[in-house]
Structures are given as C-alpha cells and as structure tokens.
C-alpha cells in the first residue's frame, strides 16, 4: 500500500486539537529523555569530561545513524521505530519480576501503546505515516492488522494470570481503560496523554529515585535542561531545512522522526544497561 507524496504535501493537515499534542510531546514528554545524562552519570559513563564527551558522541552517533536509516528506508524504519516502541513501552508498564507472565504484560501494554492506536484509527492514522515516509505504508500497516489478531489471545492470557495474581490486577485496569481513551480521542491526542502522563510519569518517578544517589538535584536537573534546550534547537533546525511548505507535515516528521533517533540510544540505555544494574542491585 503506497500513498503519492505529492497528494499527501497538499492533503496532509493537523487539526488544532493534533497541533496541541504534539506541542504537548515536545515540551512534556520529550524532555523524559533528556535524563539519560543522569542516568550515564548514575552508571559510571559520564563522571569525568572525558565520559561525558565520549556518552555524547556515540548518544549523537546512534541517533544520526538512526535519522540517515530513516532517510534512507523510511517504511522499514517506522516499522522498526513502532516495534521498538512497543517493546520500550511494554517494558515500562510490566510489573511481572519476570517469565512468561511479564512477556505477556509487555506485549499488551506496549503493543496497546502502540498499534493499538492504529488499530482504533487507522483510516486517520495511515495518512500520517505516508506523510511520515513518502507513502511507504505497507509494513506500518501490515504491523497493525497482525497485532488485531495476537491482541486477544494476549488478552485472554493476561486475564487468566490476573485472576491467579491480585497484583496484575491495576495494570490490567489501566490498560482496559487505556483502550477505551485510545479509542475515543484523536490519535495524536490519545498518543500525547499516554507518552506525557504515563510513560513520562512513570519513567521519571522510577529514574528519579536511583540517579539521585549520584548527584544532587540540580546537577540533575540542570543536565536535563541542557539536553532538552539541544534536542529542541535540533528539532527547529530540522524544521527550517525541511520547510516543505506543510507545516503540518514538516512537525509530524521532526518529531516523530527525531523520536525515534532517541529512542534508540535511549532503550539501550534505560532498557539495557540501567535494568541490567537495577536486577543486578535487586539480586
């Protein structure tokens, strides 16, 4: 399934409600990422100016690669950024120690995240990922019809593992009523409430806690800003090279896009090398 770009640069709006989510991402959820220099300090990788500038260059380096793989197989790229996602998300929301259980939880939660969205809108949903990859739907696409069909069985599953564990039981509440909010707030403002209130929400209370060990609140917080003040002159000078003459379009890209460059150095980060130290602390 392709989309002609041409079409999509002239067709391809955002509605009011649309442009406050993706504000609402750049200034609340965004910023979430922007502790991973808390978190390289917490590991030992940025302690010294020499750490710091070496966390830096391969943090950019993935994050470049990931934006020239982007330019390069646009379709192949968001399928793998929405994968990635799922799992990243997933991750965040399981409270299972571990086992099947926990895989189960991971691939509700982070699949709901998701696809889900898709799911409940796809006819909205499909003209942004054309205009996210020169039409290059199919996979995005294909992604979202298969997870329709693994979606209940991972439900049923899920079910029958809360009712045997009380302590499955909120996760399991919050998600049913996940879906129902997915299901009747525009994709973009249903993505904004998930990612800026509960993922950034709950990454930061659990973030907080641990790199807050290593350094006093300002020095935290005073990286955080720095991080985010980069990405965001990053994203407008994005912004100013598209200029495709759609707004709309040329937002959608440089954030979704930019997204998904940090995303990728930040799970190897946070999902990686910091849940590696918080099981080998746990243990």
Known sequence: MTTDIGMTDHLFMLDHASLLALASVVVIGLPHGAFDGAIARHLGYSR???????????????????????MWQPGLALAIFLLISAVHFGYGDATAAEG??????????????????????????????????DGDVMLAVMMTKIFSVLIMPVVALYLVAAIRDAGLRPRLIELALLCLLLN????????????????????????????????????????????????????????????????????????????????????????????RRDVKDAS
């Open 48 to 70: 010294t100016l020499s750490g710091l500038t070496k966390f830096i260059a391969v943090y950019l380096g993935l994050a470049g690669a990931v934006a020239a793989f982007w």
């Open 100 to 133: 099947f259980v926990r895989v189960v939880q991971i691939v509700a939660h982070g699949g709901v995240a998701v696809f889900g969205i898709s799911l409940f809108h796809l006819q909205q949903v499909t003209p942004m990922y054309a205009a996210l990859t």
């Open 184 to 275: 009747v707030v525009p994709p973009l403002v249903g993505f904004a409430i998930y990612f800026c209130v509960i993922h950034t929400g709950r990454h930061m209370r659990h973030i907080w806690g641990q790199v807050s060990s290593h350094a006093t609140p300002q020095d935290i917080l005073l990286q955080a800003v720095l991080f985010t003040l980069a990405s965001w002159s990053g994203g407008a000078i994005m912004l100013v090279w598209l200029d495709s003459g759609n707004i709309s379009q040329d937002l959608l890209q440089v954030i979704f896009i930019g997204l998904a460059a940090l995303t990728v150095p930040h799970m190897i980060l946070v999902d990686g090398l910091f849940r």
